[in-house]
């Protein structure tokens, strides 16, 4: 019998969350019972598989022999080749390392900590109620008026509650400038983003007056369900958008206007693990700031400053994405270059250098070889500036501009302190990045002011260049100082700050493959193992 165990990011405490069914008598058990998991592409999801030899009904574990175990996250699952992984089985508990949280091995059960003890093959499978993706477009009438010398700059929130009875942002439209009966444009969303799949679950509209300063006033808002809105156009799905403030000082309150349904359609599309689960390769990079306003190295006020006893705010960031995006990379080899420092042995200033010091080959393997060349470098460069994005955001374009066949595609994390200094080019390099397979993720440490990431981030206005608007929107920027927890439980706000940046990784990945009418590979065929074998599916 297998047990799987999912681990709370919180506390870390593994939880058990089902058994298979019990075959007797074989050492190559092939499980039929499967195990029906919530996947997020953003989140490092944490699996152990205990195997037991049950030698009675007692549904106490205890009692019956332990065979082996093995850990892996689901995302490395979801990676491997077909989503298939095959892993060794050890023998011997493990505990969790205080303040690593990696599992240890221990002795108990009488095992050799460390034994293998055959494999496990476990794949993982979409389920399909997963791919209906719907296609809708609004109208408003008669907004209230927000601006003082204009009318309004409309734009809609849409939330999906939640089972605690909370709202989740799921999508933004576009703002209509200067109109009180925008008409927006038709938007696609993932069926499951909009309602999990729950056809009768609230779904709330929230309608804004856009300000350029980030204050924007608050419409109105009205509720609706994908049940309502799947009626297509039609009586009703004509909402009133109420203020409730002026619901409630104003008795002749009417509305702040009406939004209308303009056309509804669903379609099943192609998801991201579809595309992952034919080969896709994802690919990441990492960028790191070496500019002076990132202080002196050696001093502890330094952004960069090397803490014995805890990582640096460049590094934490960097562990968070990296450890989540690398189950998608089979080589695990990572470019990872630097920018605003004069390199030796010249002291020239380079804005696209190699952090360990290899032009030919930048690659380090895994986050820990990043890590150790950041580390390394910070010893030989000196931090110099300005802050110029657009030579890493042409490095990995020409990269991805080299492969738009759908097999690979590009993430760059770009870790900054400070405010940019070539703002022009790097909007060039960005509009140019949308027409090709990558991402870019821009995480801002330290004080500074990071008003121009917002604009980069293009969520509420699509960046532009030379009256060239951005295909695609593909830089989402977060503040990492949103994301220092005051209790010092750094495993759990990095968790958060990982979620964030990558929660729109998938959606990006599918516009660029549609907007190419790229399909899928068919996934390779199942690998037909011999010997000792334990398979289960999740």
Same mark, same amino acid.
């Given at each position: 019998?297998?047990?799987?165990?999912?681990?709370?990011?919180?506390?870390?405490?593994?939880?058990?969350?089902?058994?298979?069914?019990?075959?007797?008598?074989?050492?190559?058990?092939?499980?039929?019972? &499967?195990?029906?998991?919530?996947?997020?592409?953003?989140? &490092?999801?944490?699996?152990?598989?205990?195997?037991?030899?049950?030698?009675?009904?007692?549904?106490?574990?205890?009692?019956?022999?332990?065979?082996?175990?093995?850990?892996?996250?689901?995302?490395?699952?979801?990676?491997?080749?077909?989503?298939?992984?095959?892993?060794?089985?050890?023998?011997?508990?493990?505990?969790?390392?205080?303040?690593?949280?990696?599992?240890?091995?221990?002795?108990?059960?009488?095992?050799?900590?460390?034994?293998?003890?055959?494999?496990?093959?476990?794949?993982?499978?979409?389920? %399909?109620?997963?791919?209906?993706?719907?296609?809708? $477009?609004?109208?408003?009438?008669?907004?209230?008026?927000?601006?003082?010398?204009?009318?309004?700059?409309?734009?809609?929130?849409?939330?999906?509650?939640?089972?605690?009875?909370?709202?989740?942002?799921?999508?933004?439209?576009?703002?209509?400038?200067?109109?009180?009966?925008?008409?927006?444009?038709?938007?696609?969303?993932?069926?499951?983003?909009?309602?999990?799949?729950?056809?009768?679950?609230?779904?709330?509209?929230?309608?804004?007056?856009?300000?350029?300063?980030?204050?924007?006033?608050?419409?109105?808002?009205?509720?609706?369900?994908?049940?309502?809105?799947?009626?297509?156009?039609?009586?009703?799905?004509?909402?009133?958008?109420?203020?409730?403030? +002026?619901?409630?000082?104003?008795?002749?309150?009417?509305?702040?206007?009406?939004?209308?349904?303009?056309?509804?359609?669903?379609?099943?599309?192609?998801?991201?693990?579809?595309?992952?689960?034919?080969?896709?390769?994802?690919?990441?990079?990492?960028?790191?700031?070496?500019?002076?306003?990132?202080?002196?190295?050696?001093?502890?006020?330094?952004?960069?400053?090397?803490?014995?006893?805890?990582?640096?705010?460049?590094?934490?960031?960097?562990?968070?994405?990296?450890?989540?995006?690398?189950?998608?990379?089979?080589? +695990?080899?990572?470019?990872?270059?630097?920018?605003?420092?004069?390199?030796?042995?010249?002291?020239?200033?380079?804005?696209?250098?190699?952090?360990?010091?290899?032009?030919?080959?930048? *690659?380090?393997?895994?986050?820990?070889?990043?890590?150790?060349?950041? *580390?390394?470098?910070? +010893?030989?460069?000196?931090?110099?500036?300005?802050?110029?994005?657009?030579?890493?955001?042409? *490095?990995?374009?020409?990269?991805?501009?080299?492969?738009?066949?759908?097999? $690979?595609?590009?993430?760059?994390?770009?870790?900054?302190?400070?405010?940019?200094?070539?703002?022009?080019?790097?909007?060039?390099?960005?509009?140019?990045?949308?027409?090709?397979?990558?991402?870019?993720?821009i995480v801002g440490v330290g004080q500074a002011e990071f008003d121009a990431m917002v604009e980069l981030d293009g969520d509420d206005i699509r960046i532009s260049?030379?009256?060239?608007?951005?295909?695609?929107?593909?830089?989402?920027?977060?503040?990492?100082?949103?994301?220092?927890?005051?209790?010092?439980? *750094?495993?759990?706000?990095?968790?958060?700050?990982?979620?964030?940046?990558?929660?729109?990784?998938?959606?990006?990945?599918?516009?660029?493959?549609? %907007?190419?009418?790229?399909?899928?590979?068919?996934?390779?065929?199942?690998?037909?193992?011999?010997?000792?074998?334990?398979?289960?599916?999740?």
């Amino acid at each position: 019998m297998c047990v799987l165990y999912t681990q709370g990011i919180e506390t870390k405490q593994w939880r058990e969350f089902g058994r298979t069914e019990v075959i007797d008598n074989t050492l190559n058990p092939d499980f039929v019972r &499967k195990f029906i998991l919530d996947y997020f592409f953003e989140e &490092k999801q944490n699996l152990r598989f205990d195997l037991y030899d049950v030698d009675s009904k007692s549904p106490d574990l205890s009692k019956h022999d332990f065979l082996g175990q093995t850990f892996c996250t689901l995302g490395e699952i979801v990676g491997s080749p077909g989503s298939r992984l095959e892993k060794h089985l050890t023998i011997g508990a493990f505990t969790l390392h205080s303040k690593t949280g990696k599992p240890m091995p221990s002795v108990s059960n009488g095992g050799i900590p460390g034994k293998k003890c055959g494999t496990i093959i476990l794949s993982a499978e979409e389920l %399909g109620n997963c791919r209906d993706v719907a296609t809708m $477009q609004f109208c408003a009438n008669k907004l209230d008026k927000k601006d003082f010398f204009g009318k309004s700059d409309p734009f809609m929130v849409f939330y999906r509650s939640n089972e605690d009875g909370t709202f989740t942002i799921c999508h933004k439209t576009e703002v209509v400038k200067n109109t009180l009966n925008p008409v927006w444009q038709s938007f696609s969303i993932p069926v499951r983003a909009l309602c999990n799949g729950d056809y009768d679950r609230t779904i709330k509209v929230e309608v804004y007056d856009w300000d350029r300063d980030g204050s924007h006033d608050f419409i109105g808002e009205f509720t609706t369900s994908y049940r309502e809105l799947a009626r297509g156009q039609s009586q009703f799905n004509v909402y009133e958008v109420v203020n409730p403030k +002026k619901k409630m000082k104003k008795k002749k309150y009417i509305n702040s206007g009406t939004v209308t349904l303009l056309s509804f359609a669903t379609e099943s599309e192609h998801t991201f693990l579809d595309y992952i689960k034919g080969g896709t390769q994802i690919n990441f990079t990492v960028a790191i700031d070496f500019t002076a306003s990132n202080g002196n190295p050696s001093q502890s006020t330094s952004l960069h400053y090397m803490n014995p006893y805890q990582l640096n705010a460049y590094a934490m960031a960097l562990k968070a994405v990296g450890e989540i995006i690398q189950d998608y990379d089979s080589d +695990k080899m990572f470019p990872a270059l630097g920018f605003g420092a004069k390199i030796p042995p010249d002291g020239r200033v380079s804005h696209e250098f190699p952090l360990n010091g290899n032009s030919d080959n930048p *690659h380090c393997s895994g986050i820990e070889g990043i890590l150790e060349a950041y *580390h390394e470098s910070l +010893k030989t460069v000196q931090l110099y500036g300005p802050t110029n994005f657009a030579p890493v955001v042409n *490095h990995v374009a020409r990269y991805a501009a080299a492969v738009q066949d759908g097999s $690979q595609y590009f993430i760059l994390l770009i870790i900054t302190d400070g405010v940019i200094s070539d703002m022009a080019q790097t909007k060039e390099a960005i509009v140019n990045a949308a027409k090709l397979p990558m991402s870019i993720i821009i995480v801002g440490v330290g004080q500074a002011e990071f008003d121009a990431m917002v604009e980069l981030d293009g969520d509420d206005i699509r960046i532009s260049s030379r009256g060239k608007i951005a295909e695609r929107d593909i830089v989402q920027f977060v503040p990492f100082r949103d994301y220092i927890d005051r209790t010092g439980n *750094h495993v759990l706000s990095m968790a958060r700050l990982a979620k964030d940046v990558l929660a729109e990784i998938p959606d990006q990945f599918i516009s660029y493959m549609k %907007g190419r009418s790229i399909k899928p590979n068919p996934a390779p065929p199942p690998y037909a193992p011999t010997g000792q074998t334990l398979q289960t599916e999740i």
